[in-house]
């Protein structure tokens, strides 16, 4: 048997999701559970003006109750800031130090 046949313009992934350990719960899970769009539970999760003065709360009580937690990884490429620190250690007599 041979590999399945690829259609033009079909692409195949890749990358594969990892699916051991608990999913994370994604702000999109947040905005279905209060019935917000994706931009207005971002705002008011993020403290940031364009949001009724309602909406923020009911967000922020949902994303504790789902579990929310933002993604570091996402959120240091948007501030283009790691927020890491580095650790250098030298051990005398080895790599010719």
């Known amino acids: ?13 890749t990358r594969r999701r990892a699916t051991t350990g608990p999913s994370r719960v994604t702000i999109r899970e947040v ?17 940031r003006p364009g949001v009724s003065d309602r909406t ?3 967000v922020v009580a949902a994303a504790r109750e789902l579990g ?8 240091s ?4 800031r790691a927020n ?9 007599g080895i790599g010719g130090w």
């Open 1 to 13: 048997m041979g590999r399945p046949v690829q259609y033009s313009g079909e692409r195949r992934s």
């Open 31 to 47: 905005t279905d559970h209060v019935g917000v769009s994706e931009a207005a539970a971002s705002y008011a999760l993020n403290n």
């Open 56 to 58: 923020p709360a009911k």
């Open 68 to 75: 929310w937690a933002p993604n570091t990884a996402a959120r």
């Open 77 to 80: 490429l948007g501030t283009a």
């Open 84 to 92: 890491a620190v580095g650790l250098v250690l030298v051990r005398p």
